[in-house]
């Protein structure tokens, strides 16, 4: 069932009716790594020390290794026999403290509480456990504060100074590294604030040019929305991933204020290149009143085409479509019979237990009542 | 193959980008179609990078936090039953050493909606996490609005 990859995220945005399909991309927190290897540590603080011996202060010249995790995180729970060995090893050395966050809030609940799972784990967890405050203190001020998303996450500390951050998996080599003397935090922050600033450019890069093309086109201005479509293209960071979505749109706008030649003039090439957005584009043209049959056959072509090439997916889909669209030609008997073949197999994969979920009693309804108004015009 | 569904026999979609989604693992989008005058399909589609997992809805003790759907309370429709998932891959994780129910690629959750009138827009919030193999990224809550005509 390899389908998705030809179709990649495209094929969700492609859908449907022009106007309805909103992109907006969310404010970006810009000032989110206000954190940083080479800061001094937030302060620590905690709801319950489930395990352990609390830290009152900080020795001088030890490695305090503040571990971020939930009981709902599979790959943390991984690295925790490690931890725990980690620990044990360099006892003397190294405090390990496990920071239990993102546990609940109002939308999400975990399965199991902290303290059930740190008794499940036993010495496998044999280190400092500590929960976050019900304000999430630690998951803000230190995790999303150092613009950290994922968990597992590593924070070693030295004399109130972050001297890494990172996968735990990493851990091992940092701590020789750092045990040598040779760590150079300095080096280690600019690296950090490089890729941040790589994030926010990609981000930002996003916004400045996906908000114009709206923008244009809720102007109604499609010289400028078409011109900021190619500029858009031509970046290729960007047009790699929304060259598609840029083209369908553009199709979509060409159709409903250009007329039929135009979009057709468009639309041709490009599905040419195998862009995907196919069944989308076909969709689009069947649902338009009024046009040439040259026009709504295109549209079955590529509907055709599309099934032959994922034969994994449920034909009865593709016929339903392409009935649509011999009926928007005006072609019924067509129309009738690609419906019955679609309902024929539909009722037969039914009985076989065939793509289950995704065809059944109601797609049979729907067809019915289609077929009922394709047949009042034979 | 379930893309073809969601294009194919959707009436109506909307999406709703929150974040930058160019850095996310997944991305949600949503759809419905009507079923009858007064019942219609919503489909709730995450589309899931290589190598993460979206949880189903039923998840044992000590497992991710599972998927779960909620539909506002509205007088112009209601919900009929519970949210249906397809048949989650249901592996041994290693990760959660335990046997857990998940999606890779894409998944689309359905709900089956009563209709009180002719145009309504159901709204409700999706909260999932995903994990790979390395990391989980923390449970969010992703709101829609989904215009049935």
Known sequence: MNCNAKFGRGIILAFFLGSFISLSFGAIAADSTILNVGDKIPELKYDKWLKGTPIKEYEKGRLYIFEFWATWCGPCRQAMPHLSEVAAKYKDKITVVGIDIWENDENHHATITPEKFVRMMGNNMAYNVATDTKDQWMGNHWMKAAGQEGIPCSFMVRDGIILWIGHPINLDSVIDVVNSGKYDPVAVREEFKKKATEQEAQEAAMHRIMDPIDSAEKAQDWTKEFQLMDDAKKDTSFGKYWGGYLDFKKFMVLLNNFGEDKAMAFVKPWQATKPGYTLSTAAVIFQKKGLSRDTYMYGVELVKVAMTSQPDAPPPFFQELIASGYAAAGDYKTAVSTLQTAMDGANEAIKEGKYKGMVGPDMIDKMQKEMTEYKSHL | ?149
């Open chain 2, 1 to 149: 193959m379930r893309h073809i569904f969601s294009v194919a026999a959707f009436l109506l979609a909307a999406v709703t980008m929150t974040h930058a989604q160019i850095l996310k693992p997944v991305m949600w989008s949503y759809g419905a179609k009507k079923i009858s005058a007064t019942e219609a399909m919503v489909f709730l589609k995450a589309t899931i990078d290589d190598g993460w997992h979206v949880y189903s809805q039923h998840v044992k003790e000590g497992g991710p936090v599972p998927t779960s759907v909620k539909f506002e309370k509205s007088p112009d429709y209601l919900p009929v039953g519970k949210t249906a998932e397809p048949k989650p891959i249901v592996r041994m994780e290693p990760t959660f050493n335990m046997k857990v129910g998940f999606y890779e690629k894409s998944v689309i959750f359905q709900q089956k909606i009563k209709l009180k009138k002719g145009q309504v827009t159901v709204q409700g919030s999706v909260n999932y996490m995903t994990c790979n193999d390395k990391q989980c990224l923390p449970p969010e809550n992703v709101k829609f609005n989904i215009p049935i005509n």
